[in-house]
């Protein structure tokens, strides 16, 4: 076997499906194995990893995930070059600045408000870091208790220091004006990591959900829709797999994509990136008029060329041209999967009707291969 992707034949990687950065998901987690010998390191570690770093601090849905907290992380990266975002307080400007985390609720997103501090200046003028208080304990608290983990906090507290003490700024919370609990608490557990901060300036604001808004602007750069190609050309990959059918995506039917995946060459978006809609992919979404809050991957057969659609978190949906339908044996009418992923309860439901029904890991597991394709009366 050799990289599906680039072709060289040693140094193979595991790659998961959908990146762990939009989560993860417990009964089967689908990814291409190391001993698949599918992807190589250098196209995993180095141009897959790079995107997804990408993608995470400057693409929409990205710092949706983010705000959304779909995979434990220290802090949050904004680097604001392509995204840009603003909390709008109706009561003071001072507080736009607070980074708006948020959580689900009964399929709509609402800010959860979280202590935080927040350092300026990273990756430019305009990007910033954000530590949840929560996580700087933890960092804190588990460096005390084993060396392993005091890389973490050295890391951090460098981090801290070289931005200096007046990039960096406290969002606490309490009940009143007067009660500055959490505050110093924070100012104390910065002093364990070497900064002596001087609160300069300091404001109090009921804030509640109908006192905040997310202002957020961007464009769909071209190394968003690498990223988003690289995650349906996977999702065809792994159901390839699955099917026992992985040599037929070596064609020279699926060279454009994987040239606009790995970027060697230069390909437009429009060639790959056919349609960018807002609208629904399921026939669930269609006649209830509800969109999904989880990411829905698909692939099918149209005038002889395979597409996908793909949209993450119920945002826009992408419709990607991932190849000519060739061999012959594609042309089939159950040609296509499609699954939906739910980051908030960690789950997988192959695209029918019922969306809640509690399938084994081995039963979800087959619903992945290259002739599952439904018919629209049933879900896709």
Known sequence: ?????????????????????????????????????????????????????????????????????????????????????????????????????LKQENGKFVIDFQPQVKVRNYGGENGYQIFPLQSLRNIFEDAQKSKTKLDDFNKVKKRLKTTGENNIAIFATGDTKNDDQQLNETIKLLKEYGINYKERERKFNPLNKKTIEIDMTWTITPNTCRFLAKIAFNYLIYCAIEEKKVDMLYGKNFDKIKTFILGTKTIERKEIIVEISD???????????????????????????IYSKITLLGRQVYKILLGEAVPTELFKESFGCGHLFNPFDNSIHPLTQSLNTTQSKSALKKSFGLYKRLQPKEGL
Do not use: W
């Open 1 to 101: 076997m050799k990289c599906i992707y680039c072709g060289t034949e040693k140094d193979f990687n595991r790659e998961h499906v959908v990146p762990q950065c939009l989560g993860t998901f417990e009964q089967c987690n689908p990814t291409i194995k190391k001993d698949d010998r599918l992807i190589c390191k250098n196209c995993n570690s180095n141009i897959f990893s790079a995107l997804e770093t990408e993608f995470k601090e400057d693409a929409r849905e990205g710092i949706d995930a983010s705000m959304l907290r779909l995979t434990y992380s220290n802090s949050v990266r904004i680097k604001g070059q392509n995204v840009k975002m603003n909390c709008l307080s109706s009561e003071d400007a001072f507080f736009n600045e607070i980074f708006p985390f």
């Open 279 to 305: 609208d629904p992919i399921t026939y669930h979404e269609k006649e209830s008029g509800f969109r999904h809050v989880g990411h829905t991957i698909v692939f099918f057969q149209e005038n002889g060329f």
